[in-house]
């Protein structure tokens, strides 16, 4: 195979940032009048996801702060689903792993898969929601809010799907993925979200917004009646600081890896342009011939959801599977394709030789290529020759390397 040469680029991207997080949380709860709301000795209930937030664990720390002085008692509930193998040891690992812990956080991570019954929707959809929550006098969601990797609505990921589907546990995660093949994921979430703050002891909304290195853009505190139109506003906000490729077309797209702290899917389907969704419309934008995955993070505990978005996976993708893990989750998300195992390179030169000789007409001279770290990490990318002339007319886009060959190790390991 004869390769073509590659270059590194970077991407301008929205770099805004919160400066000061337990400031600006301090400032948060006094406006909201958080000692009016909550009362000394009250069990406050915080919920911590399974995303890999880079800023989770100083936003729930600076929370944690705030309820104690007003002598409140907090405590970590894990809100994500079916995630960690659906099981309480598996959840709270997760935390674990991505620095949510009673050390680091200062508050007990209490993790079951219990859940009470609250009742059904108008639409007949039936509610549950984490008994452990029930049990507190006060709940504080926390959840960042972006677009969703399985549909595009008025509201996608945000505080209401973490109340519907990360406090719902196992089972509020399966009712509610069920019932949106019947109504879509947007009236599902809307109308069970709805549900919720009507039964459950819901307090207050923690909204995080990234900008496009991952870091909080913007954080606001909001109280229960707001969510819906909350999730609505940071939404708007989130898709404009939200990173994405400079490339609307590409041949050959190469991710170094995925992986569940990077995106629900392993890969963000918004960047690759592949949903993969029985009741959603495929996603036009954008287009991407063929996609190598290299590697599976550690963070994922083995969880393969999202290996199916790829056209081809390396040896190292497939033995890091945890089929058990995998399947609960695609199961319970209804998306049983986005598991399916692509064909294996045994190693990085065969997959990538696999993607070159199913691309259609390239050479090393034409063949758009693209090589990312994840889909989270778009400021700095390596593309081929074929890409320099739009690179070039690219404002937000800039050369940093001179051309250099393709090269890999004896292994067959793609070298940078």
Request: proline share 4%; glycine share 8%; aromatic share 4%.
């Amino acid at each position: 195979m004869i390769y073509p040469r590659i270059a590194e680029i970077t991407q301008n991207l929205n770099d805004t940032r919160v400066a000061d997080i337990q400031s600006l949380i301090a400032a948060e709860m006094k406006r909201v009048e958080l000692s009016s709301r909550i009362r000394p000795g009250a069990r406050v209930g915080i919920t911590a996801g399974s995303r890999g937030i880079t800023d989770m664990v100083a936003v729930l720390q600076a929370i944690v702060v705030e309820i104690k002085k007003i002598g409140a008692a907090p405590v970590i509930i894990p809100a994500m689903g079916s995630h960690g193998g659906a099981t309480a040891e598996g959840q709270a690992e997760m935390l674990a792993g991505l620095g949510v812990s009673e050390q680091r956080i200062g508050a007990p991570v209490v993790s079951s898969m219990e859940v009470v019954e609250l009742g059904d929707t108008e639409e007949g959809i039936p509610v549950v929601l984490s008994r452990d929550a029930m049990a507190c006098d006060h709940l504080v969601v926390v959840n960042r809010v972006k677009p969703h990797t399985e549909f595009r609505g008025k509201i996608e990921s945000g505080l209401t799907k973490m109340m519907v589907i990360g406090l719902g546990k196992h089972q509020g995660a399966v009712l509610a993925h069920r019932w949106a093949v019947r109504y879509g994921y947007e009236r599902t979430l809307i109308a069970s979200g709805k549900l919720i703050i009507e039964k459950a002891p819901i307090t207050l909304g923690v909204g995080i917004v990234e900008n496009g290195f991952g870091q909080a853009a913007r954080i606001e505190i909001v109280t229960p009646e707001h969510f819906i139109e909350k999730d609505e506003h940071l939404l708007a906000f989130a898709r404009k600081t939200c990173p994405h490729l400079p490339f609307d077309r590409l041949d050959i797209l190469i991710v170094d890896e995925g992986g569940k702290e990077i995106s629900g899917t392993a890969m963000d389907t918004k960047v690759i342009g592949r949903i993969m969704n029985i009741y959603e419309p495929p996603l036009e934008h954008p287009h991407i011939t063929r996609i190598v995955l290299r590697d599976l993070t550690e963070k994922s505990h083995g969880n393969g959801l999202g290996i199916g978005l790829a056209d081809f996976v390396t040896q190292r993708v497939a033995d890091k599977v945890n089929h058990a893990i995998t399947d609960v989750n695609c199961v319970t998300a209804v998306a049983p394709e986005k598991g399916r195992l692509p064909i294996v390179g045994r190693t990085d030169r065969m997959a990538i030789d696999y993607a070159f000789a199913s691309a259609g007409p390239v050479n090393a001279d034409n063949v758009r290529l693209c090589w990312i770290r994840n889909t989270n990490k778009l400021d700095r990318m390596f593309v081929s020759e074929a890409l320099l002339a739009e690179v070039d007319a690219h404002r937000d886009l800039e050369i940093v390397s001179p051309l250099k060959e393709m090269n890999f190790n004896d292994q067959g390991d793609l070298l940078v």
